[in-house]
């Protein structure tokens, strides 16, 4: 299996991925936003958290787990206002 690194991805990534910095709280919110999606458009044949971060290079599943329930909490909340 081949293992990405976030630093490969090109220029247009980040650019696409800055759209949404405005809706992340945190740096590391922004930070493993755009690893998850490296992962979703990733060559692994299973996208799950654990796959993405185990074929990912400074990718940990615990930071993109915390960053999934962190963004999903606060949806939530935005949801009952």
Not at 1 to 29: G, H, I, S, V, Y
Not at 56 to 69: A, E, I, Q
């Amino acid at each position: 299996m081949r293992e990405t690194t976030p630093a490969a991805m090109p220029p247009c990534f980040d650019r696409w991925c800055n759209k949404f910095d405005d809706l992340l709280r945190t740096k590391a919110q922004k930070r493993e936003f755009r690893h998850y999606l490296g992962g979703l458009l990733g060559e692994s044949g299973r996208k799950n958290l654990y796959q993405m971060a185990s074929d990912s290079v400074g990718v940990t599943y615990h930071k993109l787990h915390h960053c999934l329930d962190a963004v999903a909490a606060r949806r939530e909340a935005s949801k009952r206002r």
